[in-house]
């Protein structure tokens, strides 16, 4: 459908991505990712022909995109972009109705057919009673959609879309993200997405080009290549991880205050509390933890030092001894309520323990401003 | 369905709108008619009786070269009818239609270029078009070697001078706008050309005769009394080049309303509506200024006051509208420039008889006021681009 040929993409006098080979299908949807700066939108506007290649060729179903004429590739490929547009008092229904315009005659009537069209691309999008909605008093979610339902009205086989989520809060995100592998699938559509969020990205792409230093530097399906390296290295992070399960970012701790934690939990039971702890700065030792716990895997992205078990073995008494050790050094014991087991009874016995060594001991159960206020009283 | 009806409804709305101001523009001209001299022998019924004279003469004159028989049978003028048509037609009519073409012309110019510029302070002006006609006038009005230079036409050497400054700026216009990628560099470009040719109008001005810094200001702020029933035609020509034109661009023009990256995307040309828009704007306001003088506000305030009254940016209807607003506010100064001017003359003790004031600084009077309290009712009317 759509593919890049050894492209090189770029301002007058300057390249900023170069060797881009990317191809999408019918029913795909293509998204691009890459820091600011990258050269995302600058890819973006060269195969919407707003920029000439400056090597290399886009192919539009085996045709030079650069070479078809604007109404023809109109009919092929229409465009969502980052820019607010202030069109001034039109409807929805007009909106939508200038989607039409590569297809109808001099003065833009628009026939039965055209009609038929306009109200289907606005119920495909669920924008309906937008129709009759005057544009300046929309939502920019609302904007948004009437804007695709426009796009869509352009009957075209690519779509591509620059950042069309940076305005809309996270419901509507959502409902975008759904909308967009709908129509993919219902409209037979190739789509072409850039994105902030590599969250959404990791759920609705089917490929993925991951675009940093004048390069794409990874290519493919969005699950195979979103490892943690990669992404690290994408964004330049060092005070933050990307964890593939969690599919998103964890903060490292800065550890600027000088007490040390000793936290027990399991089950998910305390991921809210390492984010809390390791948000305000403190050092935290997590234990014990099984390596399939979803909180080894919060603690781990953190980069925490975790007292850590083999899946489903029974706590050793080598890590019990090491994780009491560890407690007789800390300051603050916290335990959550975790759900206690066959392998992970030791866990309880930790928090006895720690009880009887008489450690200045904190159940958490939910509250993190009890937590807090519980925390400064010891600092106190 | 709702919402097929609503629209349904809105056409309605939208056509009543253009019947009423078709039908205040009927009246204005009589009345324009009516009140354009000092002759108070023709009355009210005298103006309605000239106009439906002189149509059925036109339709008789058209019936007759085609078929060659009369279409009515024409009664025969009293001496003191024909005194009073004469005055009528060569005296009272020529304002009246300039009046009409600027109001036409120059609205329609302002709101294809507000449109093309996505900028409300876009007018025929700003193009720099006016400023190179308005310097090469400023030439001919101060220079005597100049004037003397374009006489040689025959024609009066204001207005051929006029052409020539308008082509050159023309030009100018055409190559910078065939460069510049942001369709506001032409504007800025523009603007700032036209205070170059402001700064060496004013150097002239500065040590021009009294006479000629009268003539030079009128140009400036433009009056209807150098129109008459000889240079009618090549304005009336004008008008409907612009109306053809801008037919062809309704289309183009909605699709700008989103922005040039927008329409591109709509399968637009847009270097080739940008240049089409500029060169149909600039060849019309090329020949009427030097005819006018400038007229700037008209180009600014029919758009803006067509808006909010249609309630639509489509421009199959705004446009029309905007015309017919132009035509409007038009009469309405020349009316009022006619009969009610402000008796400054008492009020300073001026010696000399007043002149009757020219249209354009009424128009700038009161299309300004106008305009202000529509800022001042709703500023949400300024989005509506």
Redesign the interface.
Known sequence: MLKTENLSVGYSNYVVVEGINLEIREREILCIIGPNGAGKSTLLKTI???LKPKKGVVYLNSQNIHKL???????E???V?T?R??????TG??IVA??R??Y?D???RLGERDKWIIEHAAESVNA?HL??KNF?EMSDGERQKIMIARALA?EPKVLILDEPTSFLDAKHKIELTILLRKLSTENNLAIVVTLHDIELALRIADKMALIKDNRIVAYGHPEDIMKREIVNNLYDLDSANYSEVLGYFELKSPKTVKFNIFLICGAGTGSNVMRFLVKNGYNVVVGILHKNDIDYTVGKTMELKIIEEEPYNPISQKNYELALNKIKSCDIVIYTDFPIGEINKLNKKLVEESINLNKYAIKYEGSVEELKEKLNEFIK | MNNISKNRYHGYYRYLVIITLFISIIILTVLGMYYGGNARSITLEDTTNFIVYQGKVTLNDIYHRITGEDLFNMPSLSEGEKFKYILLKKVRFPPILGAIIVGITLSACGLMLQTLFRNLLASPYTTGISSGVLFAVTLVIFISSIAELFSIFNIDEKIVAGWCGGILSLILLIIIALRVKEVNGVLIVALLSSYLFRGISSYLVANGQDLSIQEYFMFVVGSLTRVNLNNLPSLILVTIILMLGSVFLIKPLNALLFGESYAKSFGLNVKKVRVLILLLTSFVVGVIVPYLGLMAFVGIAAPYMARPIIKTSDHRWLLPTTMLLGVILMLMAHIVSLKYWVPIYYLYGINHPAQVLPVGSILDIVGGLLVIYLVYRGEKNIKMI
Request: net charge negative; charged share 15%.
């Open positions: 919407g022909t707003y004429s604007p109404k023809e590739l109109a009919k490929m229409s465009v972009l820019e547009v202030n069109p001034g008092n039109m229904y007009d200038i989607g315009h590569p109808t001099l003065f833009g309906t129709l009759s300046f352009q």
